[in-house]
């Protein structure tokens, strides 16, 4: 069952140029056309996907009185994980089970939008939280899940179809601008080891939304609550939500990738040390965030380990990933569960100079990739290269990459679909016709 889904995937990204007309065809409307306009609203309307079949039958629905906020989210996840933790719930690290009705819309990467609650029940959010002196905001707002990571760029198609539904639910509610706030903003956690009482910072859920790129004004100046001495702020995200503009803006997109400014805390937030947290070491070696402690102490963790959240399951995968083998340190990367695109080629993840190499054999740059979501595991990459230059009878491999010929930065990709690098070919005159072979840009 699950390798089946996984060869639709495949099968998907390799037609991804006919499902970019499409999704073309449904978004890139002339821009001279007003925000969310009649017509753009009916288009939205239409194409949203009803995924409410699907959510857990053991969801106890109750209608929501008051409508005071929309809480925007980030799934920590890609779009199958979000909609299946959305739907049917997940487990708690403490070991109970949740019954999902987490969200009431779940909008993907290439900004197709699911509603997975009627938006007249209460979903099951926000979790702890506050905003203005009012608790457990799961019962006065409505969720918006958009698919990515709190430390990752959100996409313009999620711009265009958050815009669009955040104009339609004001406009059914009445909700002004500043009623639109990120779980980041509105959630709290308990006393731990960095705060004697309660305090924000629980959540980074959202924390790169940027409100500009939705059609919204301004947020509120300043934590009502932090102000009130009800919670305690947390630094980064005062920074980011009321500081000023030019650092909100530069600290709102960060990595996955532990350094001095970037901590444990700082990525995962309450999240740092569940068991479905996994620390990937330098090294390739990977802890759970339950172990570190035990294992690491948290003022252990070296430099440049990748966090991964929400990671249910096929660890194996990862490990494989992280081992450093033939491809763990090199230049060639694999995309594996919670490793994306960005968390490898960062800003340059859709850039000409990143070729991907999809299991089904397609290769390609990432201009020429737009279903994100749909990238199947497995799928390497190498960043910042040029080529392809192709091995045939006129043309041999020294000819392509002269003295660089058994370098490991220079990249052969195999008809067979294997990739190497040069110094792991002992015998260049076996490499077939049709061998693409790819050079560091300088
Ligand atoms: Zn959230």
Redesign the pocket.
């Known amino acids: 069952m699950y390798f089946n889904q996984k060869r639709h995937q495949n099968l998907k990204v390799c037609q991804s140029s006919l499902f970019a007309i499409f999704l073309f065809s449904l978004f890139f409307l002339p821009e001279n056309v007003s925000v969310a306009s009649v017509n753009e609203r009916t288009v939205f309307q239409r194409a949203l996907v009803d995924y409410q079949r699907h959510l857990n039958p053991r969801y106890r629905k109750a209608p929501r009185d008051q409508t005071k906020y929309i809480?925007v989210?980030?799934?920590?996840s890609g779009l199958q994980s979000a909609l299946k933790t959305v739907s049917s719930g997940k487990l708690t690290y403490k070991g109970n089970r949740t019954f999902g009705g987490h969200a009431h819309y779940v909008i993907a990467r290439n900004g197709v939008t699911y509603r997975t609650l009627d938006k007249n029940y209460v979903a099951d959010?926000?979790?702890l939280s506050m905003w203005d002196g009012q608790t457990d905001i799961s019962r006065v707002s409505i969720?918006i899940?958009l698919v990515g990571y709190h430390y990752e760029p959100l996409t313009d198609h999620q711009y265009r179809s958050v815009k669009i539904l955040i104009k339609i639910l004001q406009n059914i509610y009445g909700l002004k601008d500043r009623a639109v706030l990120?779980?980041?903003q509105v959630?709290y956690g308990r006393p731990n080891q960095w705060f004697p009482g309660n305090h924000r910072g629980r959540?980074r859920?959202?924390k790169n939304f940027e409100r500009t790129k939705a059609g919204l004004g301004p947020t509120w100046p300043f934590d009502p609550d932090v102000r009130a001495g009800r919670l305690t702020e947390d630094k980064e995200l005062a920074v980011i939500f009321y500081g000023s503009p030019s650092v909100m803006i530069a600290s709102r997109v960060t990595t996955n990738v532990i350094s001095k400014t970037n901590t444990a805390w700082s990525i995962a937030g309450e999240d740092f040390n569940s068991p479905q947290t996994i620390y990937q070491l330098p090294g390739g070696q990977t802890i759970t965030g339950n172990k570190i402690e035990s294992t690491l102490g948290w003022n252990r963790i070296p430099p440049n380990t990748i966090v991964l959240l929400n990671q249910q399951g096929e660890p194996a995968d990862l490990r494989r990933t992280g081992s450093g083998t033939k491809t763990g340190s090199g230049p060639i990367k694999i995309i594996s569960n919670g490793k994306t695109a960005w968390s490898f080629a960062g800003r340059n993840y859709n850039s000409r100079s990143t070729i991907y190499f999809l299991p089904c054999g397609r290769v390609t740059d990432g201009t020429r990739i737009s279903a994100w979501d749909d990238l199947p595991s497995q799928t390497r990459l190498i960043i910042g290269y040029h080529g392809p230059f192709t091995i045939n009878s006129s043309q041999k491999a020294n000819s392509i990459a002269g003295h660089k010929v058994r370098d490991e930065q220079t990249v052969y990709y195999l008809p067979n679909r294997e990739v190497y690098t040069g110094n792991k070919i002992s015998d260049f005159s076996m490499l077939p016709r049709g061998t693409l072979v790819f050079l560091p840009a300088l």
């Open positions: 809480i989210h980030t799934s920590e959010h926000a979790g969720g899940e990120t779980h980041s959630a959540k859920c959202a």
